[in-house]
């Protein structure tokens, strides 16, 4: 304090003026104190400390100018800077005492900005025993730069529940110094000067919505700073969860799932990063993982660091998770998720087009381990889908089943879900049957000869035999022009029993086949025989 330093500064007087000093250390007794003398020039320099107490300075500065004043010393010593105006009358007391320096060292300095201008008186103090010699730089400029204003919400925050607003004003200026602050609603009508507080509260309406505040500051030589504007959004709606995946019932099929939660509005990110959903084993041990926040969706991802054991049952909740004005997310309560098992199921046919009686080789192969059933199952002519047998594949996961074809069906593999398997059905191998038909007692191996107007009976048969139907005989003969066979005629009989009967009656010399086919049903496709020839003479 300066009352404190007047004191000291007389004691020490007192015993100074008991001293014996050399006649270096005389000084004029006009500088000791208010009036001082006139600076004498921009840079000062003498001695200071001992017996020489203070050294006062007078400086008649303009208006609207800055003072700037630095003074140094020599190493060890301890020298004060105090700056007072005209209504001071004394060194020794905090009368018109506007600014002073009075770090340990002799390295001060003191700026100081005056509207009116006027008197004014720098003392040196140096009221230790060490002596050295000084130096003092004094500069009177004009501050024509406006100081420079920026502002903040709550600490930077973006939202917030309270319309009560923490009001962070950081303002700058080179030279005189901030003074005052000034603030608008609107950006137009401002309210009046006020002294300048780097923290303060604002008011608005407690009604959800963006609100914006306007504030400018204006420094000791009167320049007025820019506008300086910050918006922060008003929120008092908790934010809800929109979509969460795997969510409760969810089918895992992946050993190690990507957690994801999307959110009704933007969120804290820090508050999803720090455990946004929890994810627990059976024994309740947490599961370890990554998380990550996309500001663009509104969602909240976890990868586990590992694959979770297939079967098992995880229990996952939802963590303290907060929008942007820091309302909490409702909670959702506990959800399990149970990853399976998926195998790859597969099943082909040989051959995809068979005869009536005829063996089927259908090929199927399961990705192990399997740990649900595997059933063969057939669908006949597009009915239901019923189990034909249980079936377990070889090492290799593969299986082989050899069926007669009876009718038209389509072939699968079925494996059922378990508490660690996924159900799974593979693709089908349709398998089209034919209708047998033939000519009992005839080979088709062998060409028979007939005289032209010879009549042939000939008998066919149809298997199966129910129900009847039309069967037809197609008769081809060998065009030696075109060195083709091309259709002579046809036969249609109806069947008694699978069976009909036919004669045939050749008039013209040649190379014959004949070919017998079937009428199609749901459940079978039409059957068409192997060739039967004759030679003609």
């Not at 105006?85 to 009368?95: E, K």
């Not at 002596?131 to 024509?144: H, N, P």
């Not at 399997?370 to 669908?379: A, C, F, K, M």
């Not at 699978?498 to 086949?513: D, E, I, L, N, Q």
Request: proline share 6%; aromatic share 8%.
């Amino acid at each position: 304090m300066r009352t404190a330093r007047s004191m000291a500064a007389l004691t020490l007087a007192a015993l100074l003026a008991t001293a014996v000093w050399p006649a270096s250390a005389a000084r004029a007794a006009d500088d000791s104190n208010i009036p001082g003398v006139p600076l004498p020039g921009s840079v000062v320099t003498g001695s200071l400390g001992g017996p020489i107490y203070d050294r006062v300075y007078a400086i008649d500065v303009p208006a609207d100018r800055v003072i700037l004043l630095a003074l140094s010393g020599d190493a060890g010593t301890d020298f004060d800077l105090y700056l007072f105006d005209a209504r001071a009358t004394t060194v020794y007391g905090t009368d018109g005492l506007v600014a002073s320096s009075t770090t340990s060292t002799s390295t001060e300095s003191v700026t100081y900005a005056t509207r009116s201008g006027g008197r004014f008186y720098i003392d040196l103090n140096g009221a230790t025993a060490t002596q050295g010699t000084f130096r003092l730089t004094v500069k009177v400029a004009a501050d024509a730069t406006a100081p420079h204003a920026e502002l903040r919400f709550n600490d930077g925050a973006v939202a917030t529940p309270d319309s009560t607003i923490r009001v962070t004003l950081v303002a700058t200026d080179d030279l005189s110094g901030v003074t005052d602050m000034q603030f608008s609603a609107d950006g137009e009508r401002w309210d009046e000067w006020r002294e300048y507080q780097p923290l303060t509260l604002w008011g608005f309406p407690q009604v959800d919505g963006v609100r914006r505040l306007w504030a400018r500051v204006r420094d000791r030589s009167g320049n007025v700073s820019a506008i300086a504007t910050a918006a922060i959004a008003i929120d008092s709606v908790n934010p809800s969860v929109i979509s969460r995946s795997p969510g409760p019932g969810d089918e895992v099929t992946s050993p190690r799932p990507v957690f994801r939660v999307r959110f009704s509005e933007a969120i804290l990110p820090a508050s999803w990063l720090s455990q946004g959903v929890l994810v627990q084993d059976p024994a309740g041990t947490t599961v370890a993982g990554t998380y990550a926040y996309d500001d663009g969706s509104l969602t909240g991802s976890f990868t586990p660091a590992g694959d979770l054991s297939v079967g098992a049952a995880y229990y996952v909740t939802l963590g303290a998770i907060a929008d942007l004005a820091g309302n909490p997310v409702a909670p959702l309560g506990t959800w399990v998720v149970r990853p399976v098992r998926v195998s790859t199921v597969t099943l082909s046919a040989d051959p995809r087009s068979a005869t009536y009686g005829s063996i089927v080789t259908l090929h199927g192969h399961v990705g192990l381990p399997v740990d649900g059933s595997i059933n063969l199952e057939r669908s006949v002519a597009g009915g239901p889908w019923a189990v034909m047998a249980a079936l377990r594949p070889d090492e290799a996961g593969d299986l082989t089943i050899r069926t007669p074809a009876t009718a038209n069906a389509a072939y699968r593999l079925h494996v059922a879900a378990s508490p660690s398997q996924t159900e799974e059905v593979s693709t089908t191998a349709a398998i089209t049957v034919r209708r047998a038909v033939a000519l009992p007692g005839v080979s088709s191996s062998v060409t028979r000869r007939i005289a032209a107007g010879t009549a042939v009976s000939l008998r066919a048969q149809a298997t199966p035999s129910l129900p009847d139907g039309v069967i037809t005989v197609t008769i081809y003969r060998y065009n030696t022009v075109k060195r083709a066979y091309e259709a002579a005629g046809t036969i249609r009989r109806s069947s008694v029993g699978g069976v009909a009967a036919f004669t045939w009656k050749p008039t013209v010399r040649g190379s014959y086949y004949l070919r017998l086919s079937t009428f199609a049903t749901t459940d079978l496709a039409a059957g068409v025989s192997t060739a039967y020839r004759w030679m003609v003479t």
